[in-house]
């Protein structure tokens, strides 16, 4: 009687395994068929392919990341967020979820949630340097500055910032009592971004030498604050931009003006 059952048992767990490997084979392939009918531009054949595999493998959460991805496409956000939270739902330690909601709700202007999101892939792995950044570049844009720099200033201690991270640093470091830093950073920012410029092809050369021309004006700026008239005029003198001759008039006429129109302004 025993062998009968250890063998019904041993049976039924084959079974059982055999069935969850022919489900995770098809999730498999499903979702191959997905990235195939997105390359091919069959957005609804994409997207059923996409909600099979999520059916037929519980634990993945590629497929709803991918799934996530056509709903945006769509724009429909909400959707998307629902993909994106099923996929943290059904694997609560992956940052990636956490990353493309946060990236999601950047995106649609929900910059409290999208804080809240980075904040969350931080908790999850503290090193995720982009995660720092997205969410300094949110705090920035909330005009939470203090907060963006101080998490600005741990993305510069551990050097991995980016010449963005560095321009943006500087210019809230001149906006928060702390402008001779201000004017280090947004210099070592422009080294940076015109030692890329140079591998640089077609309109993104441009848009390089505009981000220039506008970290010049950020120096000048910084000087400002930091009471170097004298060199903030050298610059304005020598800008290319469109802004900068008012600027110089503004910064002959009334200095103490001009320094409190940079203080008071936002950097987003």
Known sequence: MNRVIFR??????????????????????????????????????AMEASRRAVRL?????????????????????????????????????????????????????????AA?????????????VLARSSLARTLARQGKLREAREEYEAIEEEKSATYRDLYDLGRIQARTGEAADGVKNIKRARRKAAAEQDRLRGPDTQRQKQLLVSMD?????????????????SILAQSPSEQAPGLLELLNSDPAAYREQVITSDIY
Do not use: H, M
């Open 8 to 45: 019904l048992s041993a049976g039924f767990l084959v079974g059982v395994l055999a069935l969850l490997a022919t489900a995770l084979y098809l999730s498999d392939y499903y979702t191959g068929e997905q990235q195939r009918l997105v390359g091919a531009g069959d957005e609804a054949g």
């Open 57 to 113: 493998d519980p634990f993945d959460t590629d497929a709803l990341q991918a799934q996530s991805v056509l709903w945006r496409q769509r724009r429909e956000y909400d959707e998307a967020a629902l993909a994106l939270r099923e996929a943290i739902e059904r694997d609560p330690n992956n940052c990636l979820p956490y990353l493309s909601l946060a990236n999601l709700r950047l995106a649609t202007g929900d910059l409290d949630a």
């Open 116 to 128: 809240k999101a980075y904040r969350d892939v931080l908790e999850l792995n503290p090193n995720a």
């Open 217 to 233: 004006l950020a120096t000048a700026d910084a000087l400002v604050v930091q009471g170097r008239y004298g060199q903030a005029a």
